[in-house]
């Protein structure tokens, strides 16, 4: 895969001061880094949730920011899907609405049978006419991660949507995501804070630390380099 | 009990919190979530009939409404006619006198509306008409049926905005509030009684259907 983001942005958010210039061509990346490093900052400006001081973003070619000319193109029409750690679902609205909350450019059975899609593709049928409050929390974070996909975006963003969750439901998860995101060509840029989640997962990995890319390459690679220094500053960032 | 007074009256109150709910809405997001530099400017705006002299209001209401400036000329060519001392001239007045009440609620509950819901409703949504019906006004109900009913009872016990722009009009502009200061002015105490008890009644149920709601909520 060629280059789908570029990036090259300065913001300024109390005391983390981010400054970050890379360019991402992996299908799956982590980003790595204490807690604070600004990993969650990056996402993001990525997504469109923040403005940044100065800089340009890229996606697949189209420019989504640029400040000195002063494009911005609104979180929605990024085509980019945004998974959190907690799952923030609509709490009015059951989950089949939810889902197709992000479909309004489709009529109502399209709409619908891509409901009905991604319901599927996490094992999330018989959830259809919940309500948020009574879904548990794994049960959420599917939800969520059905509709971010839902509008078929062009790169999906997990910021730790796994923290908490016991290893086989989280492989439940991952399982069906990861092989809806290849079937599509669709990247995924994943926040983890967890060095062992983040080499052994990723294609690459972007290590991030006092809003800074330290170090970016294949998972091994990094590690090789890095791994004394990665260890140490996951120590005092996870305190 | 005066059937004009009170048909006047509701009908006052029904008028101005239709309109009161087409503007506060919009601006009630915009206070919650704009960031111009002059919204404290518009949010003091808004709240100045809270603490203005209704007597004040009503005066410079009756000042901007006469044919004899530039501003009354054109409200007058508009409507046909003058609006001091007429029914829409008390729909201006009044619609200005309950606003900080039907905006004040909006505003604070739009701010209550996690952050997080608002980022997830733009991450999916660009249509922002659509995130406010969709999403928002259902989650910030109980705020909007507590300006509904701030808006509307507060309308029907107006004096002093009612008196100065309308007068004392039977039929026309006198309400519920100005016909009891009649009755007791002519003596007509159980008149009087009977329209007070209306009043009284009407503004407990109000606040009854507030803090019943509330406590369903469990705020």
């Not at chain 1, 400054?19 to 969650?40: D, E, I, M, N, Q």
């Not at chain 1, 963003?157 to 995501?177: C, Q, Y």
């Not at chain 1, 990247?187 to 972007?206: C, G, I, K, R």
Request: with cysteine; glycine share 8%; hydrophobic share 50%.
């Amino acid at each position: 895969m060629s280059d789908y983001l570029q990036v090259d942005v300065r913001h300024t958010l109390g005391d983390l001061s981010l400054r970050v210039s890379c360019s991402l061509s992996a299908p799956w990346t982590v980003l790595f880094g204490p807690s604070g490093a600004g990993k969650t900052s990056l996402l993001r400006v990525l997504g469109g949730l923040i403005r940044p001081d100065r800089g340009r973003v890229v996606l697949h070619g189209r420019t989504l920011v640029e400040t000195t000319s002063g494009t911005w193109v609104r979180p929605a029409l990024r085509a980019i899907g945004f998974v959190t750690q907690q799952p923030t679902l609509f709490p009015n609205m059951n989950v089949t609405a939810n889902i197709a909350f992000g479909l309004s450019g489709l009529d109502q059975r399209s709409s619908g049978e891509r409901v009905g899609q991604m319901l599927e593709l996490f094992q999330a049928s018989q959830l259809a006419t919940r309500m948020p409050a009574d879904l548990s929390g794994g049960e959420k974070q599917r939800v969520a991660l059905a509709r971010a996909l839902a509008p078929e975006p062009r790169l999906l963003l997990l910021d730790e949507p796994f923290t908490g969750m016991d290893a086989d439901l989280k492989v439940s998860i991952l399982e069906p995501l990861t092989a809806w995101l290849a079937a599509r060509s669709v990247p995924a840029l994943y926040v983890s804070h967890d060095v062992a989640e983040a080499f052994q997962t990723a294609a690459d990995v972007m290590v991030i630390d006092q809003g800074e890319i330290r170090a970016h390459g294949p998972a091994q690679a990094v590690l090789a380099t890095r791994r004394e220094q990665l260890l140490r500053q996951l120590g005092e960032g996870t305190g | 009990m005066d059937q004009q007074a009170i048909f006047l009256t509701f009908r006052l109150a029904t008028l101005t919190t239709l309109i009161l709910l087409a503007i506060s809405i919009p601006l009630g997001y915009w206070l919650a979530y704009g960031q111009a530099r002059w919204k404290p400017l518009v949010e003091a705006t808004v709240a100045l009939p809270l603490v203005l002299p209704p007597t004040v209001l009503g005066f410079y209401l009756l000042v901007l409404l006469s044919p004899r400036n530039a501003a009354g000329r054109a409200v007058s060519t508009i409507f046909g006619h003058p609006l001091a001392f007429s029914f829409a001239g008390l729909v201006v007045g009044s619609v200005i006198f309950s606003l900080p009440f039907a905006v004040q609620p909006m505003t604070s509950g739009f701010r209550s509306v996690d952050r997080e819901i608002m980022e997830a409703a733009e991450l999916l949504s660009s249509d922002r008409g659509r995130i406010l019906l969709r999403v928002l006004l259902p989650l910030v109900r109980p705020s909007l049926l507590t300006a509904v009913v701030l808006a509307f009872t507060h309308t029907v016990g107006e004096f002093g905005v009612v008196l100065m722009i309308g007068g004392n009009i039977p039929g026309v502009t006198q309400t519920l509030s100005i016909s009891i200061y009649d009755q007791v002015q002519d003596f007509a105490y159980v008149q009087a009684n009977h329209t007070s008890l209306l009043l009284l009644g009407l503004s407990f149920l109000a606040l009854l259907i507030i803090y019943g709601r509330r406590g369903r909520a469990g705020v």
